[in-house]
Antibody
Framework: QVQLVESGGGVVQPGRSLRLSCAAS????????LHWVRQAPGKGLKWVAFISYDGSIKYYADSVKGRFTISKDSSKNTLYLQINSLRAEDTAVYYC?????????????WGQGALVTVSS | DVVMTQSPLSLPVTLGQPASISCKSS???????????LNWFHQRPGQSPRRLLY???NRDSGVPDRFSGSGSGTDFTLKISRVEAEDVGVYYC?????????FGGGTKVEIK
């Protein structure tokens, strides 16, 4: 069955970098669009980034543009989020999720989330 | 950016009674292909969100038929016909018609 499993979270100092991974099973990442969404403690959901099924199209929220990079590795069937120049406001649970808006699978599966805490 | 405004913020409900959540968008969510890309999600404390409905009114597999979605253009509604204890949590709408994607602020459903 379809599963998404995030990893790579932790406590990081401001200004440092981190890479989150989202391992997919039950489907091929090169056949589906994927997203990152984050949720600050006690807050709502915020969309962060999108990558198309073939990796040719990427979109980012303005708040992360230039610091975050979304990518995927088909050979590992894994989605990534590279986060640079971490700020306190990046503290959140980061979820990966599947699906392009035009498909019936738009956000049909989510991972369990990875907590990133930015603190000195 | 398209602003998604949910109301109410908090919704105390009695078990077995109906509940209704509104989601209004600052722009029409009708895409050029004629579809409306509006999803609803339910998130329980400590869990990932779960999709309930997609394209306004299409219920996901395993979602009880007491959940229904309606609306068009900029005005959408999630209805629970008879609230059960397992329905507590926060409900979010998400628009997928315009980039960047945007979520509503959430509606917290609790039992009176």
């Amino acid at each position: 069955q379809v599963q998404l499993v995030e990893s790579g979270g932790g406590v990081v100092q401001p200004g440092r970098s981190l890479r989150l991974s989202c391992a997919a099973s039950g489907f091929a990442v090169n056949r589906f669009a994927l997203h990152w969404v984050r949720q600050a403690p006690g807050k709502g959901l915020k969309w962060v980034a999108f990558i198309s099924y073939d990796g040719s199209i990427k979109y980012y929220a303005d708040s992360v543009k230039g610091r975050f990079t979304i990518s995927k590795d088909s050979s590992k069937n894994t989605l990534y989020l590279q986060i640079n120049s971490l700020r306190a406001e990046d503290t959140a649970v980061y979820y990966c999720a599947r699906g392009a808006p035009s498909g019936s699978n738009f956000f049909d599966y989510w991972g369990q989330g990875a907590l990133v805490t930015v603190s000195s | 950016d398209v602003v998604m405004t949910q109301s109410p913020l908090s919704l105390p409900v009695t078990l077995g009674q109906p509940a209704s959540i509104s989601c209004k968008s600052s722009q029409s969510l009708v895409y050029s292909d004629g579809n409306t890309y509006l999803n609803w999600f339910h998130q329980r404390p400590g869990q990932s969100p779960r999709r309930l409905l997609y394209k306004v009114s299409n219920r996901d597999s395993g979602v009880p038929d007491r959940f229904s979605g309606s609306g068009s253009g900029t005005d959408f509604t999630l209805k629970i016909s008879r609230v059960e204890a397992e329905d507590v949590g926060v409900y979010y709408c998400l628009q997928g018609t315009h980039w960047p994607l945007t979520f509503g602020g959430g509606t917290k459903v609790e039992i009176k």
